[in-house]
């Protein structure tokens, strides 16, 4: 997500490139609403942001104020109407809602707002919203004051209407979102490699339970959430993040290399390289290399126009993806016993065909070191990873694991060891999906499709 507001500025245009910085967060679709102060206008299509916008759609969006998408599907189905942002015309105004994470409380919220319309938990979140305004007449930071606490769950949000930028993060901080500036112009960001990119200088991170309103006269604070232990995503560190992005006050790629150097010491193993698995994998690599004194190399290629497989909607796209993305040296890998530095498994059918890979490049071992705990839990915060019955570890002892995945031996990095490598307070993080321990009720069962089925 993405967002700015100041006077003059092209915001739609800054925006864009904003988005270019966060396309790794989500890859399905990219969406953009502008207000020029008196209409808000939203532009949205399925695909990369390099593929939705061009030069004269974005020079059709014109205004000061914007918000922008990368869409990652979690709840919904990976379509058109699906996409973000989402719109509610109000009167003579508009609001529009981009949304990162999960509501956990979705189903039941519909059914109170006998909302059967809605597709995704951010149309909900949206219509909900627009109900309180066209009943009451609330401008759109009081609406939010009274209906933010009905929402459960995972909930960075940036909003805006025609003439306010509002972030928001939910009580427990699971999702990031960070406050930037350059000069009079104020910027919301998921991660801050985007303030980076647009030039903007680094604020602070917006507070778990804050709200953040922007408007010509500044930047006001509100906390409409009682308080709550913040309770922010592990796997930020681990996966989702750009390495060149900053957390909690700690830079991404300082951690994961410490995550690599504590893999070494709890998993040692004799080898020849070093070899990680690009990109996230990298850093932990690096780690794993200094700590060891074994040799680090680039055994595998990267195309640099294939995104993230782990965030593929569909198994098949998963499984044909990584032929794209992937291509092994046998140059830098044949004859060698190779350790394979990950940053997790989810449920490792990549990996597997990763492994494949190596060997047929000639490795004659092939060590597999992961800088995180088996992934064992499904997530309901954020992360598209199904039921329990597909994730590799749920019911697997690593000695299954290394079987399944024709490794001569596995490593993952212990809870605690990861958390030490944050550099971050234990108390900080949600373990759910490496440990069980859900921070909040969650359903049943898989809610992604839950407001499609109804």
């Known amino acids: 997500m993405f967002g700015i507001c100041g006077p003059d500025s092209d915001a739609a245009r800054l925006t864009y490139f904003g988005l270019f910085a966060l396309q790794h967060r989500g890859q399905e679709s990219a969406g953009i609403s502008v207000s020029d102060g008196e209409t808000v206008t939203v532009y949205k299509d399925m695909g990369l942001v390099a593929q939705v916008f061009d030069e004269p759609t974005l020079g059709g969006l014109s205004g000061s104020l914007a918000i922008g998408h990368t869409r990652y599907s979690t709840t919904g189905s990976p379509s058109w109407i699906n996409s973000q942002p989402v719109y509610r015309q109000i009167g003579h105004n508009g609001i529009a809602l981009a949304h990162n994470g999960n509501l956990t409380n979705t189903h039941e919220l519909a059914l109170a707002a006998e909302r059967n319309d809605a597709t995704t938990d951010s149309e909900l979140m949206t219509a909900m919203i627009a109900d ?13 004051a009274e209906v933010l606490p009905s929402f459960e769950g995972a909930f960075s949000l940036t909003m805006m209407d025609r003439t306010h930028l509002i972030g928001i993060r939910d009580p427990f901080g699971f999702r990031p979102l960070a406050l930037g500036s350059m000069g009079a112009e104020w910027v919301l960001a998921s991660e801050t490699a985007a303030l980076d990119l647009v030039g903007a200088q680094f604020v602070r991170e917006i507070e778990p339970g804050e709200m953040v309103v922007i408007d010509s006269s500044g930047v006001t604070s509100h906390h409409p959430f009682p308080p709550t232990e913040e309770r922010f995503c592990l796997f930020e560190f681990v996966y989702f993040s750009r390495p060149d992005s900053i957390l909690l006050g700690e830079t991404v790629h300082r951690a ?3 995550m690599g150097v504590a893999l070494a010491d709890q998993a040692p193993v004799d080898a020849d390289v070093v070899v990680p698995v690009p990109e996230s994998g990298i850093p932990a690599a690096q780690g794993y290399s200094e700590a060891s004194g074994i040799r680090y190399t680039d055994g595998l290629v990267k195309n640099r126009y294939i995104g993230r497989t782990f965030i593929e909607p569909a198994q098949a796209l998963r499984d044909r993806g990584i032929r794209l993305k992937l291509n092994a040296m046998p140059g830098e890998l044949a004859g060698k016993r190779v ?38 839990w499904p997530c309901f915060y954020g992360m598209d990873t199904g039921e329990r019955s597909t994730l590799l570890a749920a019911g697997k002892t690593e000695d299954e694991i290394a079987l399944y995945l024709a490794v001569d031996s596995i490593g993952y990095l212990e809870l605690d060891r990861l958390i030490d490598a944050t550099g971050v307070g234990a108390s900080t993080f949600c373990t759910a999906c490496l440990s069980g321990d859900y921070p909040t009720d969650v359903p049943a069962a898989d809610a992604k499709y839950a407001l499609e089925r109804n």
């Open 339 to 376: 350790i394979l530095v990950d940053d997790s498994i989810v449920r490792g059918s990549t990996t597997r065909q990763l492994v494949q890979m190596v060997r047929d490049a000639g490795a004659v071992e092939v060590h597999l070191r992961i800088s995180s705990p088996p992934y064992r």
């Open 132 to 144: 309180r305004m066209r009943e009451t007449g609330d401008s759109l930071p009081d609406a939010l």
């Open 256 to 258: 994961r290399r410490r």
